[in-house]
């Protein structure tokens, strides 16, 4: 599995943008790059996942360049709410992978009035 | 459709005994996954359980062990209770065969004294 380097952490305001770099060199062929969101006391949420290009839901967006040596998480006009720790993760999402997520020690982003 | 739920939400224990931790999946899924997280480890693998076979499994000693039933409900048990076993214990369940995103429940928080 692709070992993946993201910031420690991140600070910002209301309703800014806020963008989380994540690097993963190594990132293999088959690999696609998920984030998850947890907040205190909880489990990790899935917020969105991408194999190239920019993916785009509800919640964020993901950029990915043609290298696919980084991706970046960016989460819009954020709220106090969106206070967390996001994980940046890359494997295999094939039948062969099981579900065996290797977490980093994530981003901690403070949302602050 | 209910979440994910794992029971006892909190758990306090002493050296050398045992604990079972018990996980509900989401209705229909089938992989049940289990992550230990502590604040020095982060979050970390520890096995996977599909249609009651175990398919992946981390590095943890043979004192965690879990097992999956026929309506995917999923039990993991710790032996011999370290004191560094302390830690919150996920559970994350997914649809089907592929490395899918994953839901997670809430968590168990075991405490060992």
């Known amino acids: 599995l692709a070992k993946t380097t993201q910031p420690i952490s991140m600070d910002s305001y209301e309703g800014q943008e806020v963008n989380i770099t994540c690097s993963h060199n190594?990132?293999?062929?088959?690999?696609?790059i998920t984030w998850y969101q947890q907040f205190p006391s909880q489990g990790p949420r899935f917020i969105i996942q991408?194999?190239?290009t920019k993916v785009t839901n509800e919640v964020a967006s993901l950029f990915i360049p043609a290298d696919r040596k980084s991706s970046t998480l960016s989460l819009p006009r954020v709220s106090l709410s969106d206070t967390a720790v996001y994980y940046c993760?890359?494997?295999?999402?094939?039948?062969?992978?099981?579900?065996?997520?290797?977490f980093g020690g994530g981003t901690r982003v403070l949302v602050k009035p | 459709k209910a979440g994910v739920t794992q029971t006892p939400r909190y758990l306090i224990k002493t050296r050398g005994q045992q604990v079972t931790l018990s996980c509900s999946p989401i209705?229909?899924?089938?992989?049940v996954s289990w992550y230990q997280q502590t604040p020095g480890q982060g979050l970390q693998f520890l096995f996977e359980?599909?249609?009651?076979?175990?398919?992946n499994k981390g590095n943890f000693p043979g004192r965690f062990s879990g097992r999956q039933f026929s309506n995917s409900r999923s039990e993991m048990n710790v032996s011999t209770l370290e004191l560094g076993d302390s830690a919150l214990y996920l559970c994350?369940?997914?649809?089907?065969?592929?490395?899918?995103?994953?839901?997670f429940g809430s968590g168990t928080q075991l405490s060992v004294l």
């Open positions: 994350a369940s997914s649809p089907g065969q592929e490395g899918e995103k994953l839901f």
């Open positions: 190594n990132i293999a062929t088959n690999d696609y």
């Open positions: 991408g194999y190239k």
């Open positions: 993760l890359v494997g295999d999402k094939g039948p062969a992978a099981g579900n065996k997520l290797t």
């Open positions: 209705s229909g899924h089938r992989s």
């Open positions: 359980y599909f249609s009651e076979t175990q398919r």
